[in-house]
Nanobody, 118 residues
């Protein structure tokens, strides 16, 4: 299984970015897919996930600002991030797992850095 994240970058507060994560070597449509992040000096935290049925779950800190989506034909999961805040600065990791709990997913991408300036 491979997950390749992309789309990170530098943006001013209030701006937007869209992260992508392309998967390979798995039956993508059967997996729960999502995103975590780790800010400098902080622990890794859950951001969002989407089940194989399309059900979404978000961390309270990003609700109403971030939107997760998936394209099973392209085996890709996206994270649209709007109204970005400096506290959203982190390395973002995509992940995939067959289980719905998504606490410690089995598969991880390499991470993509998002920097939000104030």
């Amino acid at each position: 299984v491979q997950l390749q994240a992309s789309g990170g970058g530098f943006v001013q507060a209030g701006g937007s970015l869209r992260l992508s994560c392309a998967a390979s070597r798995l039956t993508f449509s059967r997996y729960v897919v999502g995103w975590f992040r780790r800010g400098q000096g902080k622990e890794r935290e859950f951001v969002a996930k989407m089940s194989w049925t399309g059900t979404t779950t978000y961390a309270d800190s990003v609700k109403g600002r971030f939107t997760i989506s998936r394209d099973n034909a392209k085996m890709t999961v996206y994270l649209q991030m709007n109204s970005l805040k400096p506290e959203d600065t982190a390395v973002y990791y995509c992940a995939a797992d067959l289980g719905s709990s998504f606490v410690t997913p089995a598969y991880w991408g390499q991470g993509t850095l998002v920097t939000v300036s104030s």
